[in-house]
């Protein structure tokens, strides 16, 4: 248990998307759709930055206000799309707790009315808040990051299939499996 704690789930890696401003929408929603595919099928975290210009002399400045943001990113170990057009890159300071929160307890049986007690606001807030900032709701992101700490300790060697459950915070092994699955396609096995 020990070395679990001191595993490290952070992958540094990123890329930077240059998009002209008036097809905002449709980037981020095609940037999330293949992150969400790339985290099923491969093990490593990746953020993208999407730079949006409006013309020749705005793109070098896009471009490093994007770069800046997707360094640094919210949540390492978690794949994401960081609008660097976004007035606040570093995102809501609530955003910023809760994923605080997730990374040093998601063995724990989190929910959003638990976060949202102790984030002291109500739930549908900080839904909408956790949507708006991320694209994924809270489950997804609690999901996406046990389920990546999973993938780590089982590709280790060193535990049994039951043993990463718990320690990722599924008493059900065969709950798990069947997450697992949904997650990363195939099986813990």
């Not at 020990?2 to 940037?31: G, I, P, Q």
């Not at 809760?98 to 929910?111: G, P, Q």
């Amino acid at each position: 248990l020990k070395d679990v704690e001191k595993m490290d789930y952070a992958f540094d890696r990123y890329l930077v998307v240059m998009a002209r401003y008036e097809d905002r929408e449709e980037w981020v929603n095609l940037l999330r759709t293949c992150l969400n595919r790339y985290g099923e099928k491969v093990s490593d975290t990746l953020s993208v930055g999407i730079a949006f210009f409006e013309g020749l002399p705005s793109i070098k400045d896009a471009y490093l206000a994007t770069q800046k943001a997707v360094s640094q990113k919210l949540f390492l170990g978690l794949n994401t799309v960081v609008d660097g057009a976004a007035n606040n890159p570093a995102y809501k300071k609530n955003v910023l707790a809760a994923m605080d929160i997730i990374s040093k307890r998601y063995k724990e049986n989190l929910t959003v009315k638990v976060i949202a007690e102790e984030l002291r606001v109500s739930e549908s807030y900080f839904m909408h808040l956790f949507k708006n900032n991320l694209g994924l709701t809270f489950n997804e992101v609690l999901t996406n990051y046990r389920i990546m700490v999973a993938k780590k300790l089982l590709a280790s060697g060193r535990y049994r299939i039951n043993e990463v459950s718990d320690l990722v915070g599924y008493s059900d092994v065969k709950y798990f499996s069947l997450v697992f699955r949904k997650v990363v396609g195939m099986t813990p096995s």
